[in-house]
């Protein structure tokens, strides 16, 4: 990834920062752990994770994003891309994997 894509990520997350702090409580902790933009700059997509109800998080963040593209033009005033919000399942995935290895190292110990 070159370094132009890299410093427009850095304004998505500080752009979209603040907003996560007013996300409903019932949806707990909220962080972004990437912001991944496209090559071409028509694409943002923010990768999130959400202690409770990810789902509500994620419809919550998609109904300001045509705020949030705003605020990004105030920011930075060539070609603002289009936010996207996904789920990083990741940590979830983590879990699981340990949990399987837990699993079959206790199956080989009998």
């Known amino acids: 990834m070159s370094k132009r894509p890299k410093m427009l ?3 998505v997350r500080e752009v979209v920062a603040p907003v ?6 019932k949806c707990g902790m909220i962080s972004i752990t990437e912001v991944v933009v496209s ?6 997509t923010m990768y999130i994770s959400a202690l409770q109800e990810p789902e509500h998080a994620l419809q919550f963040l998609e109904k300001r994003s045509k705020e949030l593209k ?4 105030v920011i930075y005033r060539k070609k603002i891309p289009e936010i996207r919000f996904r789920i990083d399942n990741r940590v979830d995935t983590g879990e699981r994997m340990d949990a399987l290895l837990r ?5 080989s110990d009998n």
Not at 20 to 25: A, E, F, M, Y
Not at 103 to 107: H, L, S, V
Request: with cysteine; aromatic share 8%.
């Open 9 to 11: 990520a850095s304004v």
């Open 20 to 25: 996560l702090q007013q996300c409903p409580p």
């Open 39 to 44: 090559e071409d700059f028509s694409y943002a």
């Open 70 to 73: 705003t605020k990004m033009g």
């Open 103 to 107: 699993e079959a190292e206790e199956d």
